[in-house]
C-alpha cells in the first residue's frame, strides 16, 4: 500500500515539474513573439519618421526659394 502511496506522489510531482515545463516554454514563445512585434512597430516607427524628416526637408527647401524669390532682390545688391 505503501508503494502505491509512493508511485503516486511520484507521479504526481514529475506531471507538476512538466507543468513548470511547459508554462517556462509558453513564456519563452510568448517573449520572442513580443520581440518580432516590437522590432516590426520599431521599423515602422523608424519608416514614418524618415519620411516626415524628408517631407520637412522639401517643405523647408520650397519655403526658402519662395522667399528668396520674393524678397532676394533686398540682399542682393
Request: proline share 0%.
Amino acid at each position: 500500500m505503501i508503494i502505491y502511496k509512493v508511485i503516486i506522489l511520484f507521479l504526481v510531482l514529475k506531471l507538476e515539474n512538466k507543468r513548470y515545463a511547459v508554462q517556462l516554454v509558453e513564456e519563452a514563445i510568448l517573449i520572442s513573439v513580443a520581440l518580432v512585434v516590437l522590432t516590426l512597430v520599431m521599423g515602422g516607427v523608424e519608416s514614418v519618421l524618415n519620411k516626415v524628416s524628408q517631407m520637412t526637408s522639401s517643405l523647408w527647401e520650397t519655403i526658402s526659394k519662395s522667399i528668396e524669390d520674393l524678397f532676394g532682390f533686398l540682399w542682393k545688391w
